[in-house]
């Protein structure tokens, strides 16, 4: 099985800045795009920013040129630096990583235990 474990977010004025990171452990063979996703309240889980094995990024149009997502070059961390933040990108935000443990060889999707970002106005 592969962990994913969070860190980071928390209350921040509108026009600052946080950070989330989310460590991979366990049984990991391979692991492909590491992400992050969004749920506001009341509202359905949205993808924010994701980064391939290979380095390509992609962003949600709301946050472009606000976030930036990153990983380490063991590629078993992924962090995302969000700056001019916006009441509206107030959620829980959860890691999301495309992997394949040594048990199983199959892509899954593994998902971090939630972090919540508030930013007030």
Do not use: H
Not at 7 to 16: D, E, H, N
Not at 62 to 75: E, I, L, P, Q, Y
């Amino acid at each position: 099985q592969v962990q994913l474990v969070q860190s980071g977010g928390g209350l921040v004025q509108a026009g600052g800045s946080l950070s989330l990171s989310c460590a991979a452990s366990g049984s990991i063979f391979s692991i492909n795009a590491m992400g992050w996703y969004r749920q506001a309240p009341g509202k359905q889980r949205e993808f924010v920013a994701a980064i391939t094995s290979g380095g390509t990024t992609s962003y949600v149009d709301s946050v472009k040129g606000r976030f930036t997502v990153s990983r380490d070059n063991a590629n078993t961390m992924v962090r995302l630096q969000m700056n001019s933040l916006k009441p509206e990108d107030t959620a829980v935000y959860y890691c999301n990583v495309a992997a394949r443990s040594t048990s199983d060889l199959r892509i899954r999707d593994y998902w971090g235990q939630g972090t919540q970002v508030t930013v007030s106005s």
